[in-house]
């Protein structure tokens, strides 16, 4: 174990957080405005990986460049998706809510499953393996552009939140639903624009995970999983939360997979999940409720 | 007028394997059967206490491996291995249902809690290579071997599962008309009202979670038994927590005759599109999702609640 | 006589607000206590801490002889301590004779002697009509009558009555004023939360004032109606 190899997998770790921070953020920001677990998150993360592997080997679209196709795309099919699915349970019970999401998630992922089969795939791309040196380690190049990409999509939405009138907006509606209906906030639309900018975040992670990690049905539910043990870490609708949580987790896996069994670390991750929602189902961020 | 309606249909379902020779249509009544079951068991906990559960294959598992396992390694048979596995459920029921309700889980945590116990098994039995690790449990044939919960004509299965469905249902039937019942009703309903009328809600969703896990595992079984085969996703995977929970659903949560109702509809269902799906793997899963995301829009309490219409 | 319920310094904080500021107050059996104050003045949350929903900060909470602050609602309800909530919550699903039922089922063990029982509190609150009507379809005020039998099947000594009357016309406020007068023949003491005056003033042996959390008088009706430091407090609202 040398510190070298510490290092890496430290490196590693945070690069792959910032990923699963980005998937996070796209389930918090849903969560916080519309107050519902959206089970189909992962399923819309597959999607996009999916969209980006086909443009690659079709079109010898390079995959960052995808970003433009599969971030709009992402936007257009969450933002359909909450009018055609959603919308029509928002006043159902919580259980109701919970199975329509799942329900879409079963949905895509056995069409995904159906069209694509269950072959893992892979894409290749001359920098796949390169590496680029950071001090005495020696960081993968894909990994660290879905950190930078991941970083850079992050601060663009926490600067739509805070600075925009729309952003601001959006915030007025998963703050004080009615309150912000009374004065003329449309707060309907604000959440199909919720959920278009979280599936926008999801599709982002899909993209930027594709040059490095495989492609296959169910390979959303992996980072989905994740997704939400970062989410229940960080406190459901918090964004910083979302963010050190991602990163976090992201380092408590990678350097688990130093120590233990891979299938251990991933049970660790469970027991984590399961551990914060018994302390603290609103997360280590979150605002308590009463 | 009711009683001799139902009792056309008990008699239809106890006579058809001697009447109809197909091997197709008694295996797919087995299935709607099992499904039933199982569902029913969910229900107790989903449906009548009200607490969702997405990972009720973690009892479904525990009682397929512990009665395969009894077998395999210690030659014990598959019928005790049956109550050994249920009650392993149950405790492992009880821990989980403390854990969650004891920390006051509910609504989507607590799903997901009960999803995440149950990949936790998942994830552990595949690595464990004592219980087959990823290549599952194949229990040995025998023959036709009844001590040994073996049958050579496969219609013996289908009274097994059809006496369990009918133990099952009187016993659920008991079960709503009971106190404990009631109670249940009750914190499914409000649970803080419950509290304020001297109902434990954590001792009633505490019993209600034992009852389930122990009525999911005997399914489990069954589900060895009759398959000879079991394998970490399929009995512990998030799809087989899907389908255990989607029959209720879709027949209606919370009532006697929902998980059946919901198993024939999905049933035959599943027999008009059969040639459909045989062509492509996940389709029916597909479907399934479309089913759920259809059924939770216009049939919000299942197919009994359009019945029972709701203003 | 020592007193059924025996509040002491009861204080509760929820982050910067002060809801409940060292309130004493005794509660003596037999009688009915009115307790009124303006919107915010702290009453439910007073409910809510004496029955067990919420923790009190300081002090403490004696009813019959137990200390109770800190016990489950469910417990303190099986000693005899049963409440109303401000916002009707019926078992929505059950119909009324059911869920009153529920509420028998703490003193009764089977289903069947609980809705004999329930039989009775269904002809006390005049509900007996309804019985088969589910839950979801009844009016708010009727809801707020069943909230009341539901409490009452649990065979409470004392009753905490959260705006029971409130949406209430005048017709049905007679009603309720009448039930609650039979309530309390029948050995039950009430505790109430009201904002309709003309039924505190007629119905309540004596009534408390609440206000930011403090209890600022205790006393007759007609005491408080010319108390200046409750009139203050309503900002001029006629008492009388």
Request: some cysteine; glycine content about 12%; aromatic content about 8%.
């Amino acid at each position: 174990m040398t510190v070298e190899i510490l290092a890496t997998s430290l490196a590693n770790g945070v690069m792959l957080g910032g990923l699963y921070a980005l998937v996070a953020l796209g389930l918090t920001l849903i969560f916080g405005v519309m107050r519902i677990i959206n089970f189909a998150h992962g399923s819309l993360m597959m999607l996009a990986m999916y969209a980006t592997f086909g443009l690659a080997t079709r079109t010898g679209v390079d995959p960052y460049l995808a970003l433009g196709v599969t971030v709009p795309g992402g936007f257009l099919v969450g933002w359909g998706l909450q009018r055609l699915a959603i919308a029509p349970v928002l006043g159902a019970p919580e259980h109701n809510q919970l199975l329509m999401t799942l329900g879409l998630a079963l949905f895509l992922d056995n069409l995904a499953l159906a069209l694509f089969t269950a072959d893992p795939r892979t894409l290749l791309t001359a920098y796949s393996a390169s590496t680029v040196a950071i001090g005495p380690v020696r960081l993968n190049l894909p990994r660290l552009l879905a950190f930078a990409g991941a970083l850079g999509i992050t601060a663009a939405l926490a600067a739509f939140l805070k600075l925009t009138v729309l952003g601001r907006a959006l915030r007025a509606a998963a703050e004080e639903r009615d309150g912000a209906a009374l004065v003329g906030i449309p707060v309907r639309r604000m959440y199909a624009l919720a959920f278009g900018l979280g599936s926008a975040c999801v599709a982002a992670a899909g993209t930027l995970a594709v040059p490095f990690f495989y492609v296959s049905p169910e390979v959303g539910n992996t980072f989905v999983i994740t997704a939400f043990v970062v989410v229940v870490l960080g406190g459901l609708g918090s964004f910083p939360g979302a963010l050190l949580g991602g990163l976090a987790v992201g380092v408590v896996e990678s350097l688990g997979g130093l120590f233990l069994h891979g299938s251990l670390a991933q049970i660790g991750i469970f027991l984590l999940f399961i551990l914060v929602l018994l302390a603290r189902p609103t997360g280590l961020l979150g605002a308590a409720h009463a | 007028m009711r009683e001799l309606g139902a009792g056309a249909a008990l008699a239809g379902a106890l006579l058809l394997p001697l009447v109809v020779r197909s091997e197709h249509v008694v295996g797919t009544l087995t299935l709607i059967f099992f499904f039933a079951f199982v569902g029913q068991g969910w229900n107790i906990l989903g449906g009548y206490a009200g607490q969702f559960s997405f990972g009720h294959a973690l009892f479904f598992g525990i009682g397929a491996y512990t009665s395969a396992l009894a077998f395999i390694k210690g030659g014990i048979s598959p019928w005790l291995g049956m109550v050994a596995g249920a009650v392993l459920a149950a405790l492992v029921g009880l821990l989980t249902g403390h854990l969650s309700f004891r920390y006051g889980l509910r609504g989507a945590y607590f799903a997901l809690v009960m999803l995440a116990f149950a990949e936790i098994f998942r994830v552990a039995v595949t690595n464990w290579e004592w219980v087959g690790a990823s290549f599952g449990l194949l229990v040995p044939l025998r023959g036709h071997a009844p001590a040994l919960f073996q049958f050579a004509d496969k219609r013996a299965y289908y009274y097994v599962i059809l006496g369990m469905l009918l133990a099952l249902t009187a016993g659920v039937a008991r079960l709503e008309r009971s106190r404990l019942g009631y109670e249940m009703a009750a914190v499914r309903e409000n649970e803080a009202a419950a509290a304020a009328l001297g109902i434990n809600p954590y001792r009633v969703k505490l019993v209600a979670m034992a009852l389930s896990a122990a009525v999911t595992a005997l399914g489990g079984t069954f589900y060895v038994q009759y398959f000879s085969y079991v394998d970490p996703t399929i009995a512990f995977g998030p799809a087989h927590s899907v389908e255990i929970l989607l029959r209720p659903i879709l027949g209606g949560a919370g009532t006697l005759w929902g998980p059946l109702l919901g198993s024939a509809l999905l049933g035959l269902l599943g027999e008009a599109t059969r040639g459909l799906v045989r062509a492509h793997a996940g389709l029916h899963l597909m479907l399934y999702g479309l089913i759920l995301m259809v059924a939770v829009v216009f049939l919000p309490r299942g197919v009994i609640g359009l019945l029972h219409r709701r203003p | 006589m020592t007193p059924l319920l025996d509040v002491r310094g009861l204080s509760k904080r929820f982050g910067g607000l002060q809801a409940l500021s060292r309130v004493t107050l005794q509660v003596e059996p037999g009688e009915i206590l009115g307790l009124i104050g303006p919107n915010g003045a702290g009453k439910t949350t007073f409910f809510a801490t004496v029955s067990g929903f919420l923790r009190p900060d300081e002090g403490t909470v004696t009813f019959d002889g137990r200390d109770v602050a800190g016990l489950p609602p469910y417990a303190i309800a099986r000693l005899g301590l049963a409440r109303t909530f401000q916002l009707a919550q019926p078992f929505a699903g059950l119909s009324v004779a059911d869920n009153v039922m529920v509420g028998a089922l703490v003193r009764h063990r089977t289903p069947a002697a609980a809705r004999r029982h329930a039989a009775t509190v269904l002809a006390l609150t005049r509900l007996e009509d309804l019985a088969g009507r589910p839950a979801h379809a009844l009016s708010v005020g009727l809801r707020k009558r069943l909230e009341l039998a539901r409490a009452l099947a649990t065979e409470p000594r004392l009753l905490l009555l959260d705006e029971v009357m409130a949406g209430l016309n005048p017709a049905e406020v007679e009603e309720t004023v009448a039930v609650i007068r039979e309530i309390r023949g029948r050995g039950v003491t009430v505790l109430l939360i009201e904002h309709v005056m003309a039924a505190v003033m007629s119905l309540c042996d004596r009534v408390a004032v609440l206000h930011h959390g403090e209890l600022i008088a205790v006393g007759a009706p007609p005491a408080i109606a010319r108390d200046d430091r409750v009139v203050e407090a309503y900002l001029g609202e006629a008492l009388a």
